[in-house]
C-alpha cells in the first residue's frame, strides 16, 4: 500500500491529550521510583498538557490541580500527571476510549462470525 493510499487517522483534541500525558506518565513511573530528579522539560509538559485541558474543560475540574514548578517533589508531579490523565480520560467519547484500549492491548475479544 502506498502512504497517500493508506487512510489517514483523525483524533481529537482529548484524544491526543491522552495519549501525550500517557507518555509523560509511563517516564514519571520509571523516574520517581528510581529516585530520579525531574527535569525541566517534563514540568513544563506537564504544565503544557494541563493548560491544553483547561482549553476543553473548566470550573472546579481544572481549578483543583496545583501549579507545578521546581519546587515541586517528582512523587507529586507524578501524581498531578496521573489526575490529569484520568481526567482527560472522561472527556473522551466512548470511540475513542475503546480505540484508546485497544492500542494499548486491551481492546474488545468480540468477533463478528457472519
Known amino acids: ?5 493508506r487512510p489517514t487517522a483523525h483524533r481529537s483534541g482529548p484524544s491526543i ?3 501525550q500525558i500517557e507518555g509523560v506518565c509511563t517516564a514519571l513511573r ?3 521510583p528510581a529516585g530520579l530528579p525531574v527535569g525541566p522539560l517534563t514540568i513544563l509538559m506537564v504544565m503544557r498538557v ?6 476543553i474543560a473548566s470550573g472546579p475540574v481544572v481549578e483543583f490541580f496545583p501549579d507545578i514548578d521546581e ?8 501524581m498531578i ?9 472522561a472527556f473522551l467519547s466512548p470511540e475513542e476510549f475503546e480505540n484508546r484500549r485497544e ?3 486491551f481492546g474488545s475479544t468480540t468477533q463478528n462470525d457472519t
Not at 500500500?1 to 493510499?5: I, K, S, V, W
Not at 494541563?50 to 482549553?55: E, G, I, P, V
Not at 500527571?81 to 480520560?89: T, W, Y
Request: glycine share 2%.
Open 17 to 19: 491529550l491522552s495519549y
Open 30 to 32: 520509571q523516574v520517581v
Open 71 to 78: 519546587q515541586t517533589t517528582p512523587a507529586d508531579i507524578l
Open 103 to 105: 492500542a494499548f492491548g
Open 50 to 55: 494541563k493548560t491544553m485541558f483547561a482549553k
Open 81 to 89: 500527571a496521573e489526575v490529569l490523565r484520568a481526567s482527560i480520560l
Open 1 to 5: 500500500m502506498l502512504p497517500e493510499d
